[in-house]
């Protein structure tokens, strides 16, 4: 179980690290868009259980516009490695 003792044991330098190399590695638009899209097809699929057209192009929609977003986080990726690599040559 997750604690403020884990954190202590782990060190919380540790804990502050591994919280920037994640911010550092992915753009949280990809991370947010993949929910998105699992919240979309979640909705669509209760939609087609429920017989409810509006409820399936509104799950449609969603899953769309996360993919949108993931997309624009995924961009906003590669110019960020790009940019360190051209500052580092």
């Known amino acids: 179980m997750w604690d403020e003792h884990s954190h202590r044991r782990l060190g919380g330098k540790h804990i502050d690290m591994l919280r920037k190399w994640m911010e550092n590695t992915m753009d949280k638009n990809r991370v947010e ?19 409810d057209l509006g409820e399936q192009v509104a799950g449609k929609a969603k899953e769309a516009a996360g993919k949108i977003q993931e997309e624009f986080g995924k961009a ?10 051209a500052n580092r040559a």
């Open 33 to 51: 868009g993949k929910a998105k899209q699992v919240e979309g097809r979640v909705q669509n699929v209760a939609g087609a259980v429920t017989d």
């Open 76 to 85: 906003k990726d590669e110019m960020r490695h790009e940019t360190r690599r």
